[in-house]
């Protein structure tokens, strides 16, 4: 007979991380654990930085969005949840134009689970809460396992990501690319202490981080010009577009190549693109392309660090 062992849930969060500000949020701003709230409510989400300055108060967790620089904010609470912390959450999310805001806590009351939902059903689609539960177990002896389920979410979240993850053919090559640059990129020292390994999707682009939340690094798949990219895409910051447009001859004298620059006043971003021309759908080349691209991201993120 197979001997089976009770799964135990700890109730007191305390005795894993015994303050919020100096335990839990450092543990789950490392990748690894940022991975699980991740995939517990299915986005892939960057640390940008820890207490993020809100005028005179400082939010949690600052974070974006892989893949579309959606602005993130999470605020933690290791208690039932209050009203002083979803008004909290309300602030800095104005303050730090959040598309997506995360409110992580031991217990959920039922009055914060309906103004959630409520702000759910009141904001426009371009702007998503979250509640998520901690939750830990054990069998017997075992280390502490985490778990956070998500008791609040937009109503049209689970059929937005089914939409998403459809398996078209364009999807899968793009898919597949980036799963084969992930291999090879991260297997490069180098390259791997520089930036964080991002999960392959079936999007045309990859961002990498660079330390700055008001830009990162993108890579894109141009198919239908059979084109590489290696942009640096600035977040709803013409500020700052214009200010490293200053620099544009060190820049680019630096960098040993000529950059597109583009503003891009109709739109919130404004892009520093280099392309490459490439036989994008020839996987013999790809490793040649991402030895490009793997170069370029590195002198592109040296270079610019300096004006950031």
């Given at each position: 007979m197979i001997n089976l062992s009770?799964?135990?849930e700890v109730k007191d969060l305390r005795k894993v991380w015994a303050h919020e500000a100096l335990n839990f949020t450092p543990w789950l701003a490392e990748d690894d654990n940022i991975a699980i709230l991740s995939d517990a409510i299915g986005l892939d989400i960057t640390v940008e930085e820890k207490e993020s300055t809100v005028g005179d108060f400082n939010v949690d967790i600052y974070a974006t969005e892989t893949g579309t620089g959606k602005k993130i904010i999470i605020e933690n609470q290791l208690e039932d949840t209050n009203?002083?912390?979803?008004?909290?959450?309300?602030?800095?999310?104005?303050?730090?134009?959040?598309?997506?805001?995360?409110?992580v806590v031991k217990n959920a009351r039922a009055e914060h689970r309906s103004?959630?939902?409520?702000?759910n059903n009141h904001t426009d689609d371009e702007i998503s809460f979250f509640l998520c539960e901690i939750k830990l177990y054990k069998i017997g002896n075992s280390d502490i396992a985490v778990k956070f389920e998500v008791v609040e979410k937009p109503n049209n979240w689970v059929k937005e990501i089914k939409k998403e993850s459809s398996n078209s053919p364009a999807k899968k090559f793009r898919y597949d690319y980036w799963v084969a640059f992930n291999e090879y990129a991260f297997s490069d020292s180098v390259f791997?202490?520089?930036?964080?390994?991002r999960k392959?999707?079936?999007?045309?682009?990859?961002?990498?981080?660079i330390g700055s939340s008001d830009c990162s690094i993108s890579i894109n798949q141009i198919k239908k010009r059979s084109e590489i990219e290696v942009e640096i895409y600035i977040?709803?910051?013409?500020d700052l577009f214009w200010n490293l447009y200053a620099n544009k001859e060190s820049i680019e004298s630096d960098?040993?190549?000529?950059?597109?620059?583009?503003?891009l006043p109709e739109r919130k971003a404004s892009r520093i693109i280099v392309a490459k021309n490439v036989e994008l759908f020839d996987k013999n080349k790809?490793?040649?392309?991402?030895d490009w691209i793997m170069a370029t991201c590195l002198k592109m993120k040296k270079v610019f660090r300096k004006y950031l």
């Open positions: 009770r799964l135990e009203h002083d912390h979803l008004g909290k959450l309300i602030t800095y999310a104005s303050g730090k134009s959040a598309e997506i805001i995360i409110w103004a959630i939902e409520w702000l791997a202490s520089n930036f964080k390994k392959a999707t079936n999007d045309h682009w990859m961002n990498l981080s977040y709803e910051n013409t960098l040993g190549f000529t950059l597109d620059w583009r503003e790809w490793n040649e392309q991402f």
